[in-house]
């Protein structure tokens, strides 16, 4: 999924979620939980905490 794709499933503008993408920011526990599900992915999964 793009960046935009993304960004306009969470309500977020796209240099936002870039900002995620590349580690400048990072996202807030109600944003995380917004992109797994716009993913369809665990926060563990997301977090490289899962195999």
């Known amino acids: 999924m793009s960046q935009v794709a993304l960004a306009k ?3 977020m503008s796209q240099g ?3 900002n ?3 580690g400048k920011r990072e996202p ?3 944003v995380l939980v917004s992109i ?3 993913l369809n992915e665990s926060a563990d999964y997301l ?3 899962e195999d």
């Open 47 to 49: 977090l490289d905490l």
């Open 36 to 38: 797994c599900r716009a």
């Open 20 to 22: 995620y993408c590349t």
């Open 28 to 30: 807030t526990l109600d």
């Open 9 to 11: 499933k969470i309500g």
């Open 16 to 18: 936002v979620v870039n």
